[in-house]
């Protein structure tokens, strides 16, 4: 049955796992029963993560059997609980951009939180629109999320700046991407398309760049104020590495200037 099971979720697309997670919410708990690891997001603990990624982003232990969070994810909660007023702001006006399958539910949830999802065509989304041309007001939003999106885009520095231009000046967001921390600028190239030599170049056969340890500069030139956090000095060894964080991962929180 185990074995199964962690076929199962090394084999089948994480989209996909996302929509069948009822099934394995079930038979997680039981088949990785343990103390090892544990997911602040689920607040559960297991025996051990299952392993993750393409063949350049393999890693072992870090998909939470439950609810399918990952690093990233369970790095943005910690934040969010530990070091923002999100949870506790009344009247909180969030727009959540491509929103995590593993925080749509909970957020939708949290009474303080005025909160809207967007996307060019997910369906849990509420809005759909293109992030290039957002069609909303300027300076609406408090708090923005945005993960995950700008190694997809065309142009990152117009989906920067269209952000910026509907988050309220004071607020702040959080737009994680994924980072080769052995770069340090980002490596782009407009005539690789295929998704086989997008997947080469840029770890995913739908990426269009791949960000370097500038990226935060990228976000700066958009005209935001850039805080870097290492969350490695926020908890103890033993802390992150239960959680299983990524040691290179580095959170990125954006304000817009008052
Ligand atoms: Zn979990």
Known sequence: MKKIYKWLL????????????YVFKKFAPLIYKGDAVECPVCERSFSKFLSYG????????????YDLTLERHRLMWLYLNQKS????????????????????KKFQAQKNLDYTTGDLVSPIADLHFDLHDIP??????????????????????RCMQE??????????????VPIDSTRTTTYED?????????????????????YGLNYPKRLEEAGFEVETIDYKKELSDAAFDRYRLMKSELLYIVRKPL
């Open 136 to 157: 909303l007001e300027d300076n609406q939003y408090e708090v923005i999320f945005c993960n995950h999106v700008m190694e997809h885009v065309k142009d990152d520095l």
């Open 10 to 21: 090394n084999t089948l697309p994480r989209p996909m796992l996302i929509r069948l997670s």
């Open 190 to 210: 407009d005539s690789i398309t295929s998704p086989e030599e997008r997947e080469k170049h840029f770890w995913q056969y739908d990426h269009v760049r791949l």
């Open 54 to 65: 393409s063949k350049v982003t393999h890693r072992d232990n870090v998909l939470c059997p």
């Open 163 to 176: 952000l910026l231009r509907i988050m309220k000046p004071g607020g702040w967001g959080i737009m994680q």
């Open 85 to 104: 007023n999100f949870f506790t702001k009344p009247d909180l006006k969030v727009m959540h951009i491509a929103p995590e399958q593993c925080f749509h």
